[in-house]
């Protein structure tokens, strides 16, 4: 199959302990060529950043909507100052994950939407793409990417997208991808199914998000877990069968989607392209 790009994917996530190496080459056996990794808060900026460098991956810098409760000024002031110290490093390549979450109970909505606007002017300040948390925020979100994007199109990626198909309109139209993970799997989400068949094929990007959002093989109810089963643990080696399942929706080969939303990827995140090139060199040459 053509190499997928994993768009979202926690590496430095506890749930994957020591074992990276063996899940970073399972992913490049199943097909993935790239996964990006993006930080949720000050805390692990130097972990994502090292994960990418090692792995031949890349990585985003920003502070989670659900991170912004232990967050301070200084947080902000942290990542503007590691955007400027990494500017040149072409692994970075978004800021993310940024965005609004209204699933969450108990977050400050005042303090989640002050740390949400002021890291679109990073992005706009530092010339990158933004990774966003949409839960269910879309419309709250396209506010604020209308208020700052200073009448330029937006690049980059809303993240695990779950909304109404004017809403997938709306973000398309100011220059976002939309991305697609496990929720697809699961034969009830069946307005995401519909947007995964019928959304201009341009518009998608494939992602895990993992560990979480496991697809329905992976997944177990909470009488399952109540009965003992362990919850099925995501990560990127599960992209190609999840794409498998958007190609069949589209009626699709699994190696074009691969194409298309690879090639979708680069466009949302430009510096994905160059690295890319550096890795096809890279493979010449041993």
């Given amino acids: 199959m053509t190499g997928i790009v994993d768009t979202h994917c926690h590496l430095d996530a506890p ?29 692990n900026f130097a972990r994502v950043r090292e994960l990418a460098h090692r792995q031949g991956d890349a990585y985003a810098l920003g502070v989670h909507p659900l991170c912004t409760a232990e967050a301070g000024d200084g947080d902000l002031a942290a990542l503007d100052a590691e955007l400027t110290a990494r500017r040149d490093d072409p692994r970075l390549v978004a800021v993310g994950e940024i965005g609004l979450d209204y699933f969450v109970e108990g977050l400050d909505d005042e303090k989640q939407t002050r740390f949400f606007h002021t890291q679109l002017q990073l992005a706009r300040k530092h010339d990158l793409p933004v990774l966003i948390h949409v839960r269910r925020s879309v419309d709250k979100v396209l506010k604020h990417l ?11 990626i809303a993240h695990a997208f779950n909304g109404s198909a004017q809403q997938a309109r709306a973000c398309i139209e100011l220059g976002l991808k939309l991305g697609f993970g496990g929720a697809v799997t699961f034969e009830r ?15 998608i990007v494939m992602e895990t998000d993992a560990p979480d959002i496991q697809p329905h093989w992976l997944y177990r109810t909470q009488a399952q877990r109540d009965a003992g089963a362990a919850q ?20 699709i080969s699994v190696e074009a989607l691969a194409e298309a939303t690879t090639a979708n990827a680069c466009a949302a995140m430009p510096r994905l392209a160059s690295l890319a090139e550096m890795s096809a060199s890279s493979r010449m040459r041993v």
Avoid: K, Y
Avoid at 15 to 23: L, N, S, T, V
Avoid at 146 to 156: D, H, I
Avoid at 189 to 203: D, F, G, H, V, Y
């Fill in 146 to 156: 209308r208020q700052t994007s200073g009448g330029a199109p937006w690049r980059g």
């Fill in 232 to 251: 099925g643990r995501n990560e990127p080696a599960e992209l190609p069968r999840i794409a498998q399942v958007v190609a069949q929706l589209r009626g």
């Fill in 189 to 203: 989400a069946l307005q995401l199914r519909r947007l995964a068949a019928t959304l201009p094929i341009e518009s």
């Fill in 15 to 43: 749930e994957f302990g020591d074992e990276m190496p063996e899940i970073r080459a399972r992913a490049a056996a199943s097909g993935v060529s790239m996964c990006v990794i993006p930080a949720v808060g000050v805390f």
